[in-house]
């Protein structure tokens, strides 16, 4: 089986972090006899950094990434909230993208919440019950980072926004990020069309608004 590359456009830092602390565990996993190469590889350098979620600026990065490699394999990685809320008209956009555009690879609703996929126990309870309607709501209306990034450096005190734990992607938080993947929230719109996550090393597409892997 060949080596797969996909060069990934990210919204933000912390999107660009963690694909270079996902490399860094694929890299260190054992090759099978007769490979030099691990069979996937993720590229994204920090010009692929978007600083943004919105939809035109994502596209915009796209679109120069493509002028650069013709054929690659280019995905764009961002987080839903925009989307959700239709801030700044991302839906909207988003509803009305050109061919050519690929269907965007989204966390639900955000990195924070993909990041708490990849624990488990009491912390992860807990940001569940703050995301719950029993909660703050956010899974259902998500909101922004000024009102929930308190709780989760208070639940996950490792947290850094556009940073991550040399060691934060092993075996362990892997496999909790698969068990987890059915507390990612769902979106309530019909508008856009697509759901993304991380599953066995390899990004997945969809073109359900439903935020699930099936």
């Known amino acids: 089986m060949p ?20 490399q860094g565990f694929l890299d260190d996993l054992p090759l099978e006899t007769g490979r030099f190469q691990p069979p996937l590889i993720f590229i994204s350098p920090e010009s692929a950094i978007a600083k943004s979620g ?19 394999s280019i995905e764009i990685w961002a987080d839903f909230d925009l989307y959700h809320r239709n801030d700044q008209s991302c839906a909207d956009n988003y509803k009305n993208k050109p061919a050519g555009i690929p269907h965007f690879l989204f966390s639900y609703h955000n990195f924070e919440d993909f990041f708490a996929l990849h624990h ?71 508008t856009c069309k697509a759901s993304a996550a991380l599953r066995s090393f390899s990004f997945t597409k969809s073109n359900k608004p439903t935020g699930h892997l099936d």
């Not at 080596?3 to 996902?22: D, F, K, M, N, P």
């Not at 919105?54 to 690659?72: I, P």
């Not at 488990?120 to 940001?127: D, K, R, T």
């Open 54 to 72: 919105e939809y035109k600026t994502l596209v915009k990065n796209y679109q120069a990434k493509r002028k650069e490699n013709k054929t690659s």
């Open 120 to 190: 488990a126990g009491n912390a992860l309870q807990a940001w569940l019950d703050y995301g719950n309607p029993s909660g703050r709501h956010h899974f259902t209306n998500p909101l922004h980072s000024s009102d929930y990034l308190p709780e989760m450096t208070r639940l996950f005190p490792d947290y850094a926004k556009g940073d991550l734990p040399v060691d934060f992607v092993n075996q362990q938080s892997l496999k909790n990020l698969k068990a987890n993947l059915h507390h990612q929230p769902t979106s309530i719109l019909n």
């Open 3 to 22: 080596t797969r590359r996909h060069i990934i456009v990210c919204e933000g830092q912390s999107e660009w972090a963690y694909l270079r602390r996902l």
